[in-house]
């Protein structure tokens, strides 16, 4: 009889192991609401050493700051008609609310990663929306 119930006490366990892993599998993650684009034009005179090390410290952002949900990032390409953009590099990142962008923007890594790059910018584009 005790054989009989470790039994059914295990494939219970199995099940609810089990359910507990496909529930985490499938719940929802955090539900990404707002997207800041952040485009970046170099100086002329900046090196494309300092560009990748730009990228990468950007990057890095993601693993900082815990109100960033995603981020992807990319050189910027020609536009229509072959026309140059008038920026370098694009960097996306989205949020759950307003308030998570405003805490990125007061966080001491975003204000040191400025702090480190700025001096190689001519000009900074940013623009914030709604993702539907």
Request: proline share 2%.
């Amino acid at each position: 009889m005790q054989r009989k119930s470790l039994g059914y006490t295990l494939i219970i366990l199995f099940f609810g192991i089990f359910g507990l892993i496909i529930y985490g599998a499938y719940s929802p993650a955090r539900k990404a609401q707002k997207q800041r684009i952040v485009c970046f034009k170099f100086k002329n005179s900046t090196k494309s050493e300092a560009v990748e090390q730009h990228m990468r410290d950007f990057a890095a952002l993601k693993h900082e700051i815990p109100q960033i949900i995603s981020y992807t990032s990319g050189k910027t390409l020609k536009g229509d008609g072959g026309q140059n953009a008038h920026y370098d590099v694009v960097h996306y990142i989205t949020f759950q609310s307003e308030a998570d962008i405003e805490t990125y923007n007061q966080h001491e890594k975003y204000r040191q990663f400025v702090k480190a790059h700025e001096q190689d910018w001519e000009d900074v584009f940013v623009i914030n929306s709604d993702i539907r």
